[in-house]
């Protein structure tokens, strides 16, 4: 599932509107259409914002949307089928890549920073890696 589409089903399933969210983030609700539309890229910045507005983790909306229920899904207890099965792979294929693509656009922010810059980063790492609400 593309990011924005991720981003969209959480909002909607902690019934927010796009207005709303729009507005916790600070841009304008036309912006966080295109957002979950694909039609403009996320930043890291923005990224964190919509966690944080969207009280998930990163990583939740990166590497675990298909845990995010959709309100009209009916589970019936039957077994996973052939295609059901081929289906979550190739999903599971599609999330490996975006989480490949995201960890490219990080190392490419991270090589642009100064010694100094990159410090700074690894000693915030360190940081969040202490807090409970970070952990996994």
Known sequence: MPLGETIKKVRLFKKI???EL???????????????????SLSLEML???????NVSIDTLLVEPEC????????DNKPITEP??????EGAQKLVSQLDDFSKELQKSYDK????GKQA????????????????
């Not at 920073?113 to 100094?116: G, K």
């Not at 000693?123 to 996994?136: D, F, I, M, P």
Request: hydrophobic share 35%; net charge positive.
């Open 17 to 19: 509107s796009q207005k």
């Open 22 to 40: 729009a507005k916790r983030i600070g841009i304008a609700p036309n912006t966080l259409y295109r957002y979950e539309h694909g039609d403009i």
């Open 48 to 54: 964190n914002k919509l966690a944080e507005a969207l």
């Open 68 to 75: 995010i229920p959709d309100r009209n899904i009916i589970f």
């Open 84 to 89: 059901d099965m081929k289906q979550s792979i």
């Open 113 to 116: 920073l100064n010694n100094d």
């Open 121 to 136: 980063v690894n000693v915030y790492a360190e940081y969040l890696s202490t807090q409970e609400k970070y952990k996994k």
